[in-house]
């Protein structure tokens, strides 16, 4: 047996292993892909609502999707990472004289933070969007904001009322006394044979 005939065997054996691994290393990549743009697409679509549990279950799989591998999925990463910092920060005690000031202030920067992290996560897709239009570039009917609204309001006064911050007032009428209610349907009866 010759060289040629032992290296045309090889070949005969060793490229279909070959092109089986090539093919399960695509499909491998692809579903990774997928998965990614599954977490951004989620993100891109409830930008505007991030209470939404979609929302925040797509930030919480940022972590087990974009590895860090490469130098644009590190971007993503120290981007998620400062977001996630502020997140948790919060916009600090309601009770605070200023907390509305300080809660504008954090709001904005939250939304800076999150355009930032989309583009970042854009930017690994290989899209192109630019942060001006992922902070501003979004549609809320606002008939979803004035429910989201009045939802939190009605949220806040229940939870006020069971803590014992809020009172829902009474005001108490004495019942007419039985002589009193005597007279009053007399009146009526009354009234009733007169238009007879």
């Not at 891109?44 to 929302?55: D, E, I, Q, V």
């Not at 998620?80 to 504008?104: A, M």
């Not at 939250?110 to 992922?134: G, I, P, Q, T, W």
Request: hydrophobic letters at 40%; aromatic letters at 8%.
């Amino acid at each position: 047996m010759t060289t040629s005939d032992v290296l045309v065997i090889l070949a005969v054996i060793i490229g279909p292993i070959a092109a089986v691994q090539v093919q399960k290393a695509i499909e491998k990549y692809k579903e990774a892909r997928n998965r990614k743009l599954m977490i951004f697409k989620t993100l891109m679509a409830t930008r505007g609502t991030p209470l939404a549990p979609t929302h925040v279950e797509a930030l919480n799989r940022i972590d087990l999707e974009f590895d860090g591998k490469d130098a644009k999925e590190k971007r993503v990463i120290v981007a998620w990472k400062t977001y996630l910092d502020h997140l948790i920060s919060g916009p600090g005690d309601q009770k605070d004289p200023n907390f509305k000031i300080k809660l504008e202030s954090w709001s904005d920067k939250n939304r800076d933070l999150l355009a930032s992290l989309l583009n970042k996560m854009a930017n690994s897709l290989n899209y192109d969007f630019d942060e001006v239009h992922l902070k501003k570039g979004i549609y809320i009917p606002k008939g979803h904001s004035d429910i989201e609204f009045e939802q939190t309001l009605i949220r806040r006064g229940l939870v006020d009322l069971f803590y014992g911050a809020k009172f829902i007032p009474v005001c108490v009428v004495q019942p007419p006394l039985k002589e009193d209610a005597e007279k009053k349907l007399e009146k009526e009866e009354q009234g009733l044979n007169l238009n007879k």
